[in-house]
């Protein structure tokens, strides 16, 4: 999907679906780490999500803490994403939108961990720590750093860890579209 950089339309379509797929990630990812369920910001993405969800879930029960019903939603999104941008570009083969709906679903995940660890990053300097949208940033973030802090321990006050997983997801990312895109 090369496409031309100026095309606004495919920006807009990629875009819209990128922010419910990670709404639906994030909402998967909150369960699967045991996040605080009692955040106001939480219960809003439960809120926004459970209509698609709640209907799904007889289909498609938890297992453990995984959210079945929230994977198969964000997959679903991800492989019409694919197939919409690819449409508007002229179509692709079949064996395309398998291999580009796992490159985008491994990317948006990616991705998801990098801004939020940004994110974190970022609110820790400012020193709002207490504040719900940082809560949330942790709940989604302590599960990647904890185990990588355990090796890097803080250097003079600051904690190496956000800046380590960041580089290894930008180096997972080049090495896993190398691999898929050739």
Do not use: C
Not at 54 to 83: E, F
Not at 113 to 134: D, K
Not at 166 to 182: D, E, F, K, S, Y
């Amino acid at each position: 999907m090369s496409g031309s950089f100026g095309d606004p339309l495919a920006f807009l379509v990629r875009t819209l679906f990128e922010l419910v797929i990670f709404i639906v990630l994030v909402r998967y990812f909150l369960q699967a780490f045991r996040a605080n369920f009692f955040n106001p910001i939480v219960q809003t993405l439960v809120k926004i999500t459970d209509p698609v969800l709640n209907p799904l879930r007889p289909y498609m029960p938890r297992v453990g803490r995984h959210d079945l019903a929230s994977l198969l939603v964000a997959l679903v999104l991800i492989v019409l994403m694919v197939w919409v941008l690819g449409m508007m570009q002229g179509g692709m083969p079949i064996l395309t939108l398998v291999l580009m709906s796992i490159y985008f679903a491994f990317l948006l995940v990616t991705d998801l961990f990098f801004w939020t660890i940004l994110m974190r990053a970022v609110a820790s300097w400012v020193g709002n720590n207490r504040s719900p949208g940082v809560a949330l940033l942790e709940d989604l973030t302590d599960p990647l750093l904890q185990p990588v802090q355990k090796f890097l321990p803080p250097l003079g006050g600051f904690d190496l860890s956000p800046l380590a997983v960041l580089i290894v997801i930008q180096v997972l990312q080049m090495a896993v579209g190398n691999v898929l895109l050739g």
